[in-house]
């Protein structure tokens, strides 16, 4: 087989290509026109253990008159990071993720091989030279992996900064709270009150600073974990919470729904203003075309009501308590919110590194020739 260069120049009619790609830096040294060697290669796996090498075969040439010099393995390393934490606190669930993916190794020659036969397994075969070589991974790659802490300290504090993005912690409190406020959550929040020691006196500092009337003498037994838990379940009823099978919701008013800007707004009256219709429609007693729905004894922050179009009954927290629970939402910590008891708490970080590798074949005179195919290679 007649060897020969293939010449990266165009001419009219005539467009020739090498047969090995030019990236930077190599452009800096080959130009348009230049003669290279020609190369290929293949890995003998695309996964490697950090501190470990990876295997791979070599096969170049150069034409006559051109020498081979050595060959070189080059890789960039990329980081890829995951993480997720799961709100835990009152079995409300939320999951908030991430990824994030940085070139923390710029693309560089990390193993040489000179054109010699006396030191490596270089063989020539026929028209070309076969080199089978390894290629080192440093042991600073080696994955990371932080999954569910049992307990939280100084040590879990330090993974964490270490780990996860600044301010992680800060936007997952805050989306928790925001969901929480909103009618769809409403059992959440409930469940989110009664599991979180809110203290009586930070409760009483609510309750001034918002002007509502949430309850102030939570019985908390510091050898009785679930006291408090029982007590704040008691405190805040509604329709669904109390109810018995065969017994009827006490009804201690009517409202009627109208809409105001496209918001639903809930008018709320007393039972002697409304009457009853011969088919046992509710209504307005000043005005009978008015449909008038009952609402159930409850908590005072509760506004539990039968809505006709859903043909149920729905219970939220009354507007003039949101702020007031969105206050109390934002003392709660980040670590508490993950906090899954037994099963630890809900964070994991994994990281891991991958390497895109390249082969490069240069000859006496300094043309550089690359191989077509990279690789990635996936460290564990």
Known sequence: MKLQYKLGLIAMGLVAFTSCEKNDPIA??????????????EVGSTVCKAGESFSFKGQYYTEDGHTPSHSEVWYNVVREDQGEASAKLGGFSYTKSYTTSDTVRTNQSIVKFEHDTTMYDLKWSGYQWILNGEVPVSETLTPINWNTPKTWGASEDKNYNAYIPAGFDVEFCEEVGEMLITDSYYSNLRNVYMNYEFSNEYVDSI????????????????????????????????????????????????????IVDSVTVYNEVAMDVTTTLADGTNVLAADTTVRVYPVYESSPWVFSRFEDDKGAVVSTVRPEYIPAFAEMLTIIPFTRWINGGADGYAIIFKRKYKLDANFRVFDTEGNVGVAHTSYSIEVN
């Open 28 to 41: 800096d040294i080959s130009q348009i026109g230049q003669r290279v060697p020609t190369c290929y290669w």
């Open 207 to 258: 309750n001034k600073v918002f002007n509502v009337n949430l309850p102030t003498d939570i019985a908390y037994d510091p050898a009785d974990a679930q006291a408090g838990v029982t007590d704040k379940s008691t405190r805040w009823y509604d329709y669904d919470n109390t109810k018995k099978q065969n017994t009827p919701a006490e009804i201690v008013g009517y409202y009627y729904p109208t």
